[in-house]
């Protein structure tokens, strides 16, 4: 590895460092010290980023996809120093660093494409009727606008797609936003390589240097000084469920409450129907356990639960034990991560009327999968039982009958996704389930598994609460740009006035 961090903020295209640091705690290899945040740097940042917002906010679509497609160009130029820091921090393999680069990447360029056919805008005009009677109608029109400066957080589980230029950052400048990222302490030498290939964009494609900030570290009062900065519009969160929760509630403290699009995390039930457990239940439970596993269960699309009929629950229990049990131990992202997975795995274990079907020892920063079976009623009747647990577990949950089948799927809470696993004999079962999953998920999926998530148009990355808070919106595809937008409408506006896209 060529690059060695330097431990700075970037704020408004200056490297600053500050009187306290913090060290990194890498998987592999070498520790580094980062200059710690503070809420004078975040007052620095968010200023840099209204100062910026009244030129970048203002410039072309074409100049904004250029400049996207300029920090892409910049990414892949350090494209094996990134998964060199980045593999060493988080103890990802380098084939998973660098798929997750080309989806960053991918991401940027698709925005780019996107933000040119000036779709999203949602144009809307209506001509003047100055003849219409009982009362003339005014000429009008109504066309999306960047609301301002928007503060991202990294996330932990990836240190690309969802942190420094992940897709909350790249929606935002594809709308005309500034950015200020507050770095995730897992992976801080990947957000400073990251930072500088952005920073690189910046100056080559001569945007203003506060269009996008970094500060690295710091304790939990600086991440509550940037959602409460009055110049921050809009929030971007990948993570926990408590930390998201706190974050929100302060952004709907403020004096202008603004909006929190967090992504929160998920169980992801599948739900496997009686004809295609019949069919194919040993594919299923093959397909189910490399889903689980992948990536040592780190995915917020990670399918945690599977709802099964007792009666085909025995062979489908062992099937799935028997494919898990060739897992070998992964590293997980960090010590705190792993900790959180075995305390998650002793509360499941502990559940009322749980059974072990596959158990292991998972210790240190290391995880390995484990299977638990429970009943349909007794999952019912403890809520603790559909919390989310970060890792490779897996609970099956048994159910009498399809009423039961249909009782667990209306107590859910809201999902990133559910899956439903069905032959054609299945469908009469599928269309009563359906009615009831899309009012839980964003996605809804048939005969598949929601691991890794599709960057496109019609992707949805989100859901009802607690998947997300925000369940109109989605942090992946196109869509997601519209979260850093609001429609304003210009009535009888002397074109000279208006801007560029509206006339």
């Not at 230029?165 to 400048?173: E, H, P, V």
């Not at 930072?195 to 600086?222: N, W």
């Not at 039930?269 to 397909?287: H, Q, T, V």
């Not at 509360?347 to 292991?360: K, S």
């Amino acid at each position: 590895m060529t690059f060695t961090p330097h431990g700075k903020h970037l704020i408004a295209g200056e490297w600053i460092g500050s009187d306290s640091t913090f060290r990194s705690e890498p998987a592999s290899g070498e520790a580094h010290t980062f200059s710690m945040g503070s809420k004078a740097l975040v007052e620095q940042a968010c200023e840099a980023s209204e100062d910026a917002f009244w030129t970048y906010g203002y410039t072309s679509r074409e100049e904004r996809a250029r400049f996207l497609e300029t920090i892409a160009d910049e990414i892949e130029a350090r494209g094996e120093d990134i998964t060199a820091i980045g593999t060493s921090e988080s103890g990802l393999p380098e084939g998973r660093l660098q798929g997750e680069r080309g989806r960053t990447t991918g991401q940027l360029r698709m925005f780019a494409d996107h933000i040119r056919k000036g779709e999203y805008l949602d144009f809307r005009h209506d001509a003047a009727m100055p003849d219409r009677k009982p009362a003339p109608r005014p000429d009008l029109r109504m066309l999306e606008r960047p609301i301002g400066p928007i503060a991202v957080f990294g996330a932990s589980n990836f240190p690309l797609a969802f942190s420094t230029a992940g897709g909350d950052t790249a929606a935002a400048l594809a709308a005309g936003c500034p950015v200020v990222v507050k770095g995730h302490d897992a992976h801080p030498g990947t957000a400073e390589i990251v930072a500088e290939a952005i920073h690189a964009a910046i100056e080559k494609c001569d945007m203003p240097a506060g269009t996008f900030s970094l500060v690295q570290g710091g304790k939990r009062d600086v991440g509550q000084a940037l959602v409460q900065h009055p110049l921050i519009k809009a929030v971007g969160f990948t993570g926990s469920l408590a930390g998201g929760r706190a974050l929100y509630d302060l952004c709907a403290q403020r004096p202008e409450p603004i909006p929190f699009y967090g992504e929160l995390g998920s169980v992801n039930p599948m739900f496997l129907l009686p004809e295609a457990m019949g069919a194919r239940s040993a594919e299923i439970a093959k397909g189910w356990a490399g889903s689980l596993a992948m990536g040592a269960g780190q995915f917020c699309t990670n399918p945690g639960i599977a709802v099964v009929l007792e009666e085909k629950a025995d062979a489908f229990a062992n099937a799935v034990k028997e494919a898990l049990g060739g897992t070998g131990s992964q590293v997980m992202l960090t010590d705190g991560i792993a900790k959180a997975y075995r305390e998650g795995q002793a509360r499941i274990a502990g559940g009322p009327g749980v059974q072990e079907v596959l158990t292991t020892n998972c210790d240190a920063r290391n995880a390995t999968p484990y299977l638990y079976r429970v009943g349909g009623k007794d999952w019912l009747d403890n809520a603790e039982l559909s919390d989310e647990v970060f890792g490779p577990l897996g609970l099956l949950v048994t159910a009498r009958d399809t009423d039961e089948m249909i009782a667990i799927a209306r107590s859910l809470e809201g999902q990133l996704t559910v899956t439903l696993h069905l032959d054609d004999a299945d469908q009469e079962l599928g269309r009563k389930l359906m009615t009831v999953l899309e009012r839980k998920a964003g996605r809804v999926l048939a005969n598949g598994f929601p691991t890794g998530v599709e960057v496109s148009d019609a992707m949805v990355h989100g859901g009802p609460f607690p998947a997300s808070t925000n369940f109109g919106a989605t942090s992946v595809g196109t869509l997601s740009i519209r979260r850093f937008l609001r429609p304003v409408c210009y009535q009888n506006m002397p074109e000279a006035l208006l801007p560029e896209d509206a006339r």
